[in-house]
Protein backbone atom coordinates (compact mmCIF):
# COMPACT_ATOMS: atom_id res chain seq x y z
CA UNK A 1 0.00 0.00 0.00
CA UNK A 2 1.34 3.57 -1.03
CA UNK A 3 -0.37 5.65 1.94
CA UNK A 4 0.87 5.57 5.12
CA UNK A 5 -1.74 4.07 7.50
CA UNK A 6 -3.76 5.49 10.30
CA UNK A 7 -1.27 3.71 12.70
CA UNK A 8 -1.47 4.45 16.43
CA UNK A 9 -4.58 6.82 16.58
CA UNK A 10 -6.69 4.42 18.53
CA UNK A 11 -9.63 6.33 16.98
CA UNK A 12 -12.81 4.64 15.28
CA UNK A 13 -13.05 7.43 12.98
CA UNK A 14 -9.45 6.54 11.27
CA UNK A 15 -10.06 2.51 11.53
CA UNK A 16 -13.15 3.10 10.20
CA UNK A 17 -11.33 5.15 6.97
CA UNK A 18 -9.06 2.80 6.72
CA UNK A 19 -11.57 0.44 5.82
CA UNK A 20 -13.63 2.31 3.17
CA UNK A 21 -11.63 5.68 3.25
CA UNK A 22 -10.19 5.20 -0.31
CA UNK A 23 -11.37 7.11 -3.12
CA UNK A 24 -14.04 5.64 -4.99
CA UNK A 25 -14.94 3.04 -1.99
CA UNK A 26 -18.26 4.65 -0.43
CA UNK A 27 -19.07 5.52 -4.50
CA UNK A 28 -19.08 1.46 -4.65
CA UNK A 29 -20.77 0.71 -1.29
CA UNK A 30 -23.40 3.26 -2.82
CA UNK A 31 -24.04 1.38 -5.66
CA UNK A 32 -24.56 -1.72 -3.96
CA UNK A 33 -26.64 -0.51 -1.34
CA UNK A 34 -28.86 1.23 -4.09
CA UNK A 35 -29.43 -2.54 -5.48
CA UNK A 36 -26.90 -2.10 -8.25
CA UNK A 37 -24.54 -5.01 -7.52
CA UNK A 38 -23.19 -6.16 -11.24
CA UNK A 39 -19.58 -5.46 -11.92
CA UNK A 40 -20.10 -3.88 -14.90
CA UNK A 41 -23.61 -1.46 -13.67
CA UNK A 42 -21.17 -0.35 -10.68
CA UNK A 43 -18.48 0.78 -13.15
CA UNK A 44 -20.87 2.52 -15.46
CA UNK A 45 -22.14 4.57 -12.64
CA UNK A 46 -19.69 4.97 -10.29
CA UNK A 47 -17.06 5.70 -13.88
CA UNK A 48 -13.83 4.19 -12.23
CA UNK A 49 -11.54 2.21 -14.12
CA UNK A 50 -12.00 -1.44 -14.16
CA UNK A 51 -8.79 -2.32 -12.04
CA UNK A 52 -8.96 -0.20 -9.50
CA UNK A 53 -13.44 -0.93 -9.48
CA UNK A 54 -11.72 -4.82 -8.89
CA UNK A 55 -9.47 -3.36 -6.33
CA UNK A 56 -11.95 -1.57 -3.89
CA UNK A 57 -14.46 -4.72 -4.43
CA UNK A 58 -11.63 -7.08 -3.35
CA UNK A 59 -10.98 -5.00 -0.62
CA UNK A 60 -14.85 -4.87 0.43
CA UNK A 61 -14.62 -8.49 0.31
CA UNK A 62 -11.81 -9.12 2.31
CA UNK A 63 -13.15 -6.98 5.20
CA UNK A 64 -16.50 -8.82 4.92
CA UNK A 65 -18.63 -5.55 3.72
CA UNK A 66 -19.53 -7.48 0.62
CA UNK A 67 -19.69 -10.91 -0.52
CA UNK A 68 -19.60 -12.37 -3.62
CA UNK A 69 -22.52 -14.35 -5.36
CA UNK A 70 -22.27 -16.09 -8.74
CA UNK A 71 -25.04 -15.43 -10.65
CA UNK A 72 -24.01 -17.30 -13.80
CA UNK A 73 -22.17 -20.16 -15.04
CA UNK A 74 -21.60 -19.82 -18.25
CA UNK A 75 -19.95 -17.31 -18.48
CA UNK A 76 -19.34 -17.15 -14.88
CA UNK A 77 -20.46 -13.99 -13.07
CA UNK A 78 -20.60 -12.77 -9.87
CA UNK A 79 -22.33 -10.14 -8.31
CA UNK A 80 -21.86 -8.33 -4.75
CA UNK A 81 -24.34 -8.69 -2.29
CA UNK A 82 -23.52 -6.26 1.12
CA UNK A 83 -23.64 -7.92 4.18
CA UNK A 84 -24.60 -6.76 7.37
CA UNK A 85 -21.55 -4.79 8.28
CA UNK A 86 -21.75 -3.78 4.71
CA UNK A 87 -25.37 -2.08 5.16
CA UNK A 88 -24.66 -0.85 8.47
CA UNK A 89 -22.58 1.98 6.42
CA UNK A 90 -26.00 3.32 5.37
CA UNK A 91 -25.85 5.97 8.09
CA UNK A 92 -22.86 7.07 6.76
CA UNK A 93 -23.81 7.48 3.41
CA UNK A 94 -27.17 8.88 4.21
CA UNK A 95 -25.28 11.84 6.55
CA UNK A 96 -22.80 12.64 3.51
CA UNK A 97 -25.57 12.37 1.23
CA UNK A 98 -27.33 15.65 3.23
CA UNK A 99 -24.18 17.08 3.67
CA UNK A 100 -23.71 17.76 -0.42
CA UNK A 101 -27.38 18.48 -0.83
CA UNK A 102 -27.02 21.33 1.44
CA UNK A 103 -23.69 22.57 0.42
CA UNK A 104 -22.39 20.82 -2.66
CA UNK A 105 -24.98 20.04 -4.86
CA UNK A 106 -26.40 23.59 -6.94
CA UNK A 107 -29.20 21.85 -8.36
CA UNK A 108 -31.36 20.17 -5.37
CA UNK A 109 -31.11 17.40 -4.32
CA UNK A 110 -30.93 14.33 -7.12
CA UNK A 111 -31.87 11.54 -4.64
CA UNK A 112 -34.59 12.08 -1.73
CA UNK A 113 -33.85 9.06 0.86
CA UNK A 114 -37.59 7.33 2.16
CA UNK A 115 -38.43 5.93 4.61
CA UNK A 116 -39.63 2.33 3.36
CA UNK A 117 -41.27 1.45 6.73
CA UNK A 118 -43.67 4.44 7.04
CA UNK A 119 -43.22 5.23 3.15
CA UNK A 120 -42.73 8.71 3.83
CA UNK A 121 -39.80 11.09 2.93
CA UNK A 122 -37.42 10.12 6.06
CA UNK A 123 -35.22 13.61 6.06
CA UNK A 124 -33.29 11.55 8.77
CA UNK A 125 -31.60 13.48 11.55
CA UNK A 126 -29.45 12.12 14.52
CA UNK A 127 -31.84 11.95 17.75
CA UNK A 128 -29.83 11.58 21.65
CA UNK A 129 -30.99 7.94 22.41
CA UNK A 130 -30.88 9.25 26.39
CA UNK A 131 -33.42 12.49 26.17
CA UNK A 132 -34.76 11.34 22.83
CA UNK A 133 -34.21 14.97 21.32
CA UNK A 134 -32.51 15.73 17.95
CA UNK A 135 -28.90 16.79 18.32
CA UNK A 136 -28.20 20.01 17.08
CA UNK A 137 -24.37 19.75 15.29
CA UNK A 138 -22.16 21.69 17.83
CA UNK A 139 -24.02 19.92 20.71
CA UNK A 140 -21.95 16.43 20.77
CA UNK A 141 -18.65 16.32 22.88
CA UNK A 142 -16.90 13.20 23.19
CA UNK A 143 -15.35 11.47 26.79
CA UNK A 144 -12.75 8.78 26.85
CA UNK A 145 -14.11 5.00 26.29
CA UNK A 146 -13.46 1.90 27.69
CA UNK A 147 -10.86 1.79 24.52
CA UNK A 148 -9.17 4.82 25.46
CA UNK A 149 -5.07 5.02 25.58
CA UNK A 150 -3.90 6.69 29.32
CA UNK A 151 -3.35 9.88 26.91
CA UNK A 152 -6.78 9.91 26.10
CA UNK A 153 -7.69 9.17 29.28
CA UNK A 154 -5.93 12.12 30.67
CA UNK A 155 -7.77 14.39 27.83
CA UNK A 156 -11.05 13.89 29.72
CA UNK A 157 -13.85 15.04 28.03
CA UNK A 158 -13.50 17.45 24.30
CA UNK A 159 -13.52 19.85 23.48
CA UNK A 160 -11.63 21.16 25.83
CA UNK A 161 -12.72 25.04 27.09
CA UNK B 1 -5.44 17.19 -9.49
CA UNK B 2 -4.05 13.62 -10.16
CA UNK B 3 -6.91 12.07 -9.86
CA UNK B 4 -9.93 11.04 -11.73
CA UNK B 5 -12.88 13.75 -10.91
CA UNK B 6 -16.41 12.44 -9.37
CA UNK B 7 -18.03 13.97 -12.42
CA UNK B 8 -21.21 13.56 -14.26
CA UNK B 9 -22.95 11.34 -11.15
CA UNK B 10 -25.07 13.98 -10.86
CA UNK B 11 -24.71 12.73 -6.52
CA UNK B 12 -24.74 14.43 -3.16
CA UNK B 13 -22.82 11.49 -1.63
CA UNK B 14 -19.99 11.76 -5.33
CA UNK B 15 -19.98 15.63 -4.78
CA UNK B 16 -19.62 15.78 -0.92
CA UNK B 17 -16.64 13.61 -1.37
CA UNK B 18 -14.96 15.72 -4.11
CA UNK B 19 -14.77 18.09 -0.92
CA UNK B 20 -14.06 15.74 2.05
CA UNK B 21 -13.32 13.04 0.86
CA UNK B 22 -9.28 13.26 0.54
CA UNK B 23 -7.47 10.84 2.44
CA UNK B 24 -6.66 12.61 5.59
CA UNK B 25 -9.04 15.19 5.56
CA UNK B 26 -12.01 13.89 7.48
CA UNK B 27 -9.58 13.56 10.32
CA UNK B 28 -8.05 16.81 10.04
CA UNK B 29 -11.92 17.63 10.39
CA UNK B 30 -12.22 15.46 13.40
CA UNK B 31 -9.30 17.70 15.28
CA UNK B 32 -10.59 20.88 14.26
CA UNK B 33 -14.42 19.58 15.99
CA UNK B 34 -12.79 18.28 18.84
CA UNK B 35 -11.23 21.72 19.92
CA UNK B 36 -7.58 21.00 18.18
CA UNK B 37 -6.89 24.06 16.01
CA UNK B 38 -3.19 24.72 15.70
CA UNK B 39 -1.43 23.07 13.10
CA UNK B 40 1.10 21.55 15.53
CA UNK B 41 -1.58 19.89 17.46
CA UNK B 42 -3.29 18.39 14.81
CA UNK B 43 -0.08 17.43 12.88
CA UNK B 44 0.69 15.52 16.03
CA UNK B 45 -2.75 13.85 16.52
CA UNK B 46 -3.58 12.44 12.67
CA UNK B 47 0.10 11.78 12.14
CA UNK B 48 -0.05 13.67 8.74
CA UNK B 49 2.76 14.73 7.19
CA UNK B 50 3.35 18.56 6.97
CA UNK B 51 2.82 19.15 3.61
CA UNK B 52 -0.22 17.28 3.30
CA UNK B 53 -1.44 19.00 6.38
CA UNK B 54 -1.22 22.20 4.66
CA UNK B 55 -2.76 21.23 1.62
CA UNK B 56 -5.87 19.94 3.52
CA UNK B 57 -6.20 22.78 5.54
CA UNK B 58 -6.40 25.13 2.49
CA UNK B 59 -8.82 22.85 0.29
CA UNK B 60 -11.12 22.92 3.76
CA UNK B 61 -10.68 26.78 3.92
CA UNK B 62 -10.94 27.42 -0.02
CA UNK B 63 -14.21 25.35 0.45
CA UNK B 64 -15.56 27.35 3.60
CA UNK B 65 -15.70 24.99 6.22
CA UNK B 66 -12.76 25.89 8.00
CA UNK B 67 -11.30 29.89 8.37
CA UNK B 68 -7.93 31.17 9.56
CA UNK B 69 -8.05 32.95 12.81
CA UNK B 70 -4.55 34.97 13.68
CA UNK B 71 -3.66 33.92 17.57
CA UNK B 72 -0.30 35.98 17.48
CA UNK B 73 1.52 38.58 15.77
CA UNK B 74 4.98 37.61 16.57
CA UNK B 75 5.10 34.90 15.47
CA UNK B 76 2.37 35.14 13.04
CA UNK B 77 0.68 32.41 13.97
CA UNK B 78 -2.96 30.82 13.11
CA UNK B 79 -5.35 28.84 13.70
CA UNK B 80 -8.50 26.93 12.04
CA UNK B 81 -11.97 27.39 13.28
CA UNK B 82 -14.83 25.31 11.60
CA UNK B 83 -17.91 27.05 10.15
CA UNK B 84 -21.11 26.55 10.17
CA UNK B 85 -20.38 24.48 7.10
CA UNK B 86 -17.70 22.37 8.69
CA UNK B 87 -19.28 21.65 12.28
CA UNK B 88 -22.38 20.13 9.51
CA UNK B 89 -20.15 17.34 8.83
CA UNK B 90 -20.36 16.07 12.48
CA UNK B 91 -22.81 13.62 11.69
CA UNK B 92 -20.79 12.25 9.20
CA UNK B 93 -17.84 12.04 11.45
CA UNK B 94 -20.28 10.63 14.40
CA UNK B 95 -22.08 7.92 11.86
CA UNK B 96 -17.76 6.99 11.11
CA UNK B 97 -17.01 6.46 14.53
CA UNK B 98 -20.07 4.51 15.34
CA UNK B 99 -19.43 2.12 12.28
CA UNK B 100 -15.90 1.98 13.32
CA UNK B 101 -16.51 1.21 17.16
CA UNK B 102 -18.54 -1.51 15.95
CA UNK B 103 -16.57 -3.16 13.17
CA UNK B 104 -13.22 -1.72 13.68
CA UNK B 105 -11.91 -1.24 17.18
CA UNK B 106 -11.73 -4.69 18.60
CA UNK B 107 -10.33 -2.95 22.23
CA UNK B 108 -13.72 -1.09 22.69
CA UNK B 109 -14.62 2.64 21.66
CA UNK B 110 -11.53 5.00 22.25
CA UNK B 111 -14.52 7.96 23.12
CA UNK B 112 -18.04 8.00 23.64
CA UNK B 113 -20.05 10.93 22.27
CA UNK B 114 -22.05 12.86 24.82
CA UNK B 115 -24.36 15.15 24.25
CA UNK B 116 -23.94 18.34 26.09
CA UNK B 117 -27.49 19.14 26.39
CA UNK B 118 -29.13 16.57 28.21
CA UNK B 119 -25.18 15.40 29.86
CA UNK B 120 -26.12 11.61 28.87
CA UNK B 121 -23.84 9.23 26.48
CA UNK B 122 -25.42 10.27 23.08
CA UNK B 123 -25.50 6.86 21.63
CA UNK B 124 -27.42 8.83 18.44
CA UNK B 125 -29.89 6.90 15.73
CA UNK B 126 -31.06 8.27 12.83
CA UNK B 127 -35.07 8.73 13.16
CA UNK B 128 -37.63 9.28 10.71
CA UNK B 129 -38.73 13.21 10.49
CA UNK B 130 -41.90 11.95 9.56
CA UNK B 131 -42.96 8.59 11.58
CA UNK B 132 -40.39 9.63 13.98
CA UNK B 133 -39.41 5.78 14.74
CA UNK B 134 -35.45 4.69 14.55
CA UNK B 135 -34.36 3.83 10.98
CA UNK B 136 -32.91 0.66 11.24
CA UNK B 137 -30.68 0.04 8.57
CA UNK B 138 -31.91 -1.44 5.18
CA UNK B 139 -35.16 0.78 5.65
CA UNK B 140 -34.09 3.81 3.69
CA UNK B 141 -34.34 3.29 -0.24
CA UNK B 142 -34.31 7.00 -2.42
CA UNK B 143 -36.63 8.37 -4.77
CA UNK B 144 -35.79 10.77 -7.42
CA UNK B 145 -35.76 14.29 -6.08
CA UNK B 146 -35.98 17.80 -7.85
CA UNK B 147 -32.15 17.95 -8.71
CA UNK B 148 -32.57 14.66 -10.88
CA UNK B 149 -31.49 14.13 -13.92
CA UNK B 150 -34.13 12.49 -16.72
CA UNK B 151 -31.89 9.15 -16.43
CA UNK B 152 -32.09 9.81 -12.35
CA UNK B 153 -35.77 10.13 -13.13
CA UNK B 154 -36.46 7.19 -15.07
CA UNK B 155 -34.76 4.73 -12.55
CA UNK B 156 -37.71 5.48 -10.33
CA UNK B 157 -37.34 4.61 -6.81
CA UNK B 158 -34.37 2.49 -5.97
CA UNK B 159 -33.25 -0.39 -5.02
CA UNK B 160 -35.04 -1.95 -7.96
CA UNK B 161 -36.69 -4.79 -6.98
Given at each position: MPYRPF????CSIAAALEIVGERWTLLVMREVLLGRRRFAEIRRNVGVAPNILSDRLQVLVEHGLLRRRRY?????SYEYVPTRKGVDLNPVIITLLQWGDRYATPGGPPRVPVHTTCG????PRLHCS???EIIQNGELTVRPGPGATAGQLAEGVLPRP
Open positions: TDQNSEHPEHDADHCG
